[in-house]
């Protein structure tokens, strides 16, 4: 009898000590493909001069594999380029950005940040339509508090002005699956270098609902 305790509590204590290093090795994976999908998703911002979006020169594919290739910077606006290039990397996860995203914009700027969420990365079967555009659709978080985004973004302003030098933070999302328990998200976030001049082309926030 004591052996046959002995051998189920060995069991369990291994069936335990695996449960915890595939959730290590899951969370360590997918934590690694969340940092370099964020960090390219700075870096278009950073090419774009900000979050544009609007058509531009067509493009027949999205990226797939790494290294990255530049072709994502294309004519299209920074959102329909960030879009491509998460489908291209089988990005998937949807989270919530509420309002303990918001925090006060920089250089004194009194003024919370204004928080906007993706609601569609896989609206078509194909990344681009027929006529070359690709679809994107944006929210303003506070109006949707509890609504799933594929990514969110904010602009952070340095001082007032339209046309002030800004930097922009985004959050992404990756999640830890084990068969025993529900998915858990977990968020990443990031921010870019201050953009001096940002784009003409920046889209109008004052528009997002």
């Given at each position: 009898?004591?052996a ?11 069936i ?13 994976i997918?934590y690694s493909?969340?940092?370099k999908?964020?960090?390219?998703v700075l ?5 774009k ?11 027949t594919?999205v ?15 920074t ?31 009194a003024?919370r940040?204004?928080?906007y969420?993706?609601?569609e990365l896989?609206k078509?079967?194909n ?11 944006v929210?303003k ?8 985004y594929y990514?969110?973004?904010a ?6 002005g339209p ?6 933070r985004v ?35 004052a528009?997002?609902?």
């Amino acid at each position: 009898m004591k052996a046959g305790i002995g051998n189920i509590w060995i069991t369990g204590l291994v069936i335990t000590f695996m449960l915890i290093f595939s959730g290590y090795l899951a969370v360590t994976i997918s934590y690694s493909s969340a940092i370099k999908d964020k960090n390219y998703v700075l870096s278009i911002i950073e090419k774009k001069n900000g979050i544009t979006r609007k058509s531009g020169s067509r493009t027949t594919t999205v990226l797939k594999v790494r290294p990255r290739n530049a072709e994502i910077f294309t004519g299209f606006g920074t959102l329909e380029s960030i879009n491509l290039f998460l489908r291209g990397s089988s990005y998937k996860q949807q989270g919530s950005c509420g309002e303990g995203v918001g925090d006060a914009n920089g250089g004194g700027v009194a003024d919370r940040a204004e928080w906007y969420g993706v609601t569609e990365l896989y609206k078509n079967a194909n990344a681009i339509n027929n006529d070359g555009s690709v679809h994107v659709k944006v929210e303003k978080v506070a109006n949707h508090p509890n609504k799933k985004y594929y990514y969110c973004f904010a602009r952070m302003k340095t001082r007032t002005g339209p046309n002030s030098p800004a930097y922009y933070r985004v959050r992404l999302f990756y999640a830890l699956d084990l068969p025993i328990l529900d998915s858990l998200v977990f968020t990443i976030d990031g921010k870019t270098s201050i953009i001096d001049k940002p784009s003409p082309n920046e889209i109008n926030f004052a528009h997002i609902t």
